[in-house]
C-alpha cells in the first residue's frame, strides 16, 4: 500500500484501489481490509488527513500482515505519536 499524510487539526481517512487491484468485489474486500487496519491503530496516530492506496498484493496478503505493514509505513512517516 502507499499512505499520503497531510498535517491538520482532525483526523480523516481516505482509501483508494483502481481497477489494477481486481473486479469490483476484490476491490471493496481490499478497502474493507486497509479500513479495519487502519481502525485498529487510529487511538496511536497524529492528526491529519491520511490517503491509503491499495496495490495489486494486498489480496494476497493475510490481514496480520497488512496491520505490520501499516504501522511500518506509518512510523516511517512519524505519524505514530
Request: hydrophobic share 45%; charged share 30%.
Amino acid at each position: 500500500m502507499i499512505i499520503f499524510y497531510i498535517p491538520s487539526s482532525e483526523k480523516k481517512i481516505a482509501v483508494v484501489a483502481s481497477k489494477k487491484v481486481g473486479k469490483a468485489v476484490v476491490r471493496n474486500r481490499a478497502k474493507r481490509l486497509l479500513r479495519s487496519a487502519f481502525f485498529q491503530v487510529k487511538n496511536q496516530v497524529e492528526n491529519g488527513k491520511y490517503i491509503l492506496v491499495a496495490k495489486t498484493s494486498i489480496t494476497e496478503a493475510s490481514f496480520a500482515k497488512l496491520e505490520k505493514n501499516l504501522k511500518w509505513g506509518l512510523k516511517k512517516i512519524r505519524c505514530i505519536k
